[in-house]
């Protein structure tokens, strides 16, 4: 048979169809095995897992087909329970693949500590700052007769003195006695101005 004969023969479009057929089935086999390997259409929404412990993050996230990482454990937070779940990433709602890992910041078991500063004779303008700065918050605020007006004379936690360089739990208020700016006298300086103004008036 010649060429153009079997170009336009029956066979020649027979096989045509069948090679065309095979192609179309591949072609079929290939994109729903690619739509398989990568999930397509099947995303995930990422639930909220604010507050749960670390277990039941857990557990709620394998029934979702999904995996996690601790990153980190934050300061303490009192409307968070201890070792609760503060953050995530990705956030509550975002749509994911299977296996995708979601990133969780815990909440520590409670307020750090912290080193007290050394504020004495410090202005009170100079303490305020510095202790809200570190987590303290300023407490009572007391005076005392002292020439230095404002300025720190003592720091006192719960009704007890404190020293520089103390451990302080965050959040704890520090109370303050101040200076008043006026001098202080103590009593045995008193009597001798008293004596001395006693022995001019009688040799006048």
Do not use: C, W
């Not at 910041?105 to 307020?111: Q, T, V």
């Amino acid at each position: 048979m010649s060429l153009r004969k079997y170009l336009t023969s029956k066979v020649f479009f027979r096989q045509i169809m069948i090679a065309f057929v095979i192609v179309a089935i591949l072609a079929f086999v290939f994109f729903n095995m690619l739509s398989f390997i990568t999930n397509h259409g099947q995303e995930i929404t990422v639930p909220n897992l604010s507050k749960l412990s670390v277990e039941q993050a857990e557990t709620k996230l394998e029934n979702l087909e999904l995996d996690y990482v601790l990153l980190d454990t934050l300061d303490y937070q009192e409307e968070f329970p201890k070792f609760s779940v503060v953050e995530q990433e990705p956030k509550t709602g975002s749509k994911v693949k299977a296996n995708r890992k979601v990133y969780l910041k815990i909440n520590a078991a409670g307020y750090a500590y912290v080193t007290l500063p050394d504020l004495i004779e410090k202005t009170y303008r100079q303490a305020e700052p510095t202790l809200k700065s570190i987590g303290l918050e300023v407490g009572t605020v007391t005076y005392k007769p002292y020439l230095g007006k404002d300025m720190v004379l003592e720091m006192k936690h719960k009704g007890v003195a404190v020293k520089p360089g103390s451990k302080i739990m965050k959040t704890s208020k520090i109370d303050l006695v101040l200076g008043d700016g006026k001098i202080a006298f103590d009593e045995t300086e008193i009597d001798s101005l008293m004596q001395l103004q006693e022995f001019e008036d009688t040799h006048e």
